[in-house]
């Protein structure tokens, strides 16, 4: 059995739109991934770590705990050997209280890279690849999202763009979300039942790809 790791912030753990509430394993996108490559034979398992409101390299003032940096490489211990991470991270970057753009957070993606590539795992176990997923474009912040994300959709704008040549320079592959899927109409920032289904779906054929070059 080969072990994929997501790593990921709310838009994989799957909050509901306008609620606290989570998708079902079977509904939220690593849930859906996982299905779609048993369908097509591949005997893996999706691990998530997927924390809401995850930075990449950032404290959260009012948080503990929300860096994406801090103990990432002891995470990709524990779960080791991996056949690949699945890094979808950025969006909380552009929280309000933060004056990053996209450049900043891009930059932030590739320091984990560099994290999960230097991570102190057991001799002869491979250093796995990492898929860079550029998250979806933050639509109009509303509803509970509207202070704690108000400007995000502005600080957000290139993001995609930036990610694609961080992982151009890092040899990873990369897939960028915001070609399939969009953020909810409730509150600008999380994914509907169906968005979630909709990236899992997407995802298959890549990740199944890179299952077969492990």
């Not at 979806?136 to 704690?148: H, L, Q, R, V």
């Amino acid at each position: 059995m080969k072990q994929i790791l997501v790593y990921g912030d709310s838009l994989s753990w799957g909050i509901i739109p306008g609620s606290r509430g989570r998708h079902p394993f079977e509904v939220r996108w690593p849930g859906r991934l996982e299905r779609k490559l048993h369908e097509a034979d591949h005997d893996v398992r999706i691990i998530e770590d997927c924390l809401n409101g995850r930075r990449t390299v950032w404290d959260d003032p009012f948080k503990p705990g929300r860096n994406g940096i801090d103990g990432l490489a002891q995470r990709i211990e524990v779960n080791s050997p991996l056949a690949l991470v699945v890094l979808m991270l950025g969006n909380n970057d552009f929280q309000s209280m933060h004056p990053h753009n996209s450049w900043h957070a891009a930059e932030g993606v590739a320091a984990l890279v560099a994290a999960i590539r230097g991570a102190p795992i057991e001799p002869g176990m491979p250093v796995p690849p990492v898929l860079i997923v550029a998250p979806p474009p933050i639509g109009t912040p509303s509803g509970t999202m509207a202070d704690k994300f108000g400007g995000g959709d502005k600080k957000w704008v290139g993001l995609a763009q930036r990610l694609r040549a961080v992982a151009a320079g890092l040899e990873c592959p990369y897939f960028d979300a915001g070609e399939v899927i969009h953020a909810s109409a409730i509150d600008g920032i999380h994914l509907d039942a169906d968005q979630h289904v909709l990236l899992g779906d997407a995802l298959a054929p890549t990740v199944a790809a890179l299952l077969g070059s492990v």
